[in-house]
């Protein structure tokens, strides 16, 4: 069933297409709440599922296994290598990452297999913060 394009589902896209690198839900619910929007958490939980289920917001599982989400920049499968510390994310094609997922899930018996896959590090800004000692 097609999701109806609302008024709230079109303020959350907006929200997320205004936040920097991947949000939770909780973070954009707050950013909504004080621009006194009126959305519930409950609604920007669904919004969410429902851009991430188009196609139109990318979603992953930070390390605490929390799930953020970020506006989808990018069609078709793809990656991404995520910032720790500032939430910057890069998109990045990974082929050897795909023919890796085929060749194991073949030499299992798998067939029509799906994966997950995003690298988290320090950018290269944060790094030589780090290395000054001015990263907390």
Do not use: K
Not at 16 to 27: H, I, K, M, N, P
């Amino acid at each position: 069933m097609a999701q109806r394009n609302t008024w709230q589902r079109e303020r959350v896209r907006e929200a997320l297409e205004d936040a920097a690198g991947f949000v939770s839900a909780q973070a954009l619910y707050a950013t909504l709440r004080e621009a006194e929007t009126g959305i519930g958490l409950a609604t920007v939980y669904r919004a969410l599922a429902g851009l991430a289920s188009a196609g139109d917001a990318d979603t992953l599982q930070s390390p605490e296994g929390e799930a953020l989400y970020r506006a989808c920049s990018t069609d078709g499968h793809h990656h991404h290598l995520i910032c720790r510390n500032c939430g910057r994310a890069v998109e990045i094609e990974a082929s050897e990452v795909e023919q890796w997922a085929r060749r194991v899930a073949a030499q299992n018996g798998y067939v029509d297999a799906e994966h997950v896959v995003d690298i988290f590090g320090l950018c290269a800004s944060c790094a030589a913060q780090r290395a000054e000692g001015t990263l907390a």
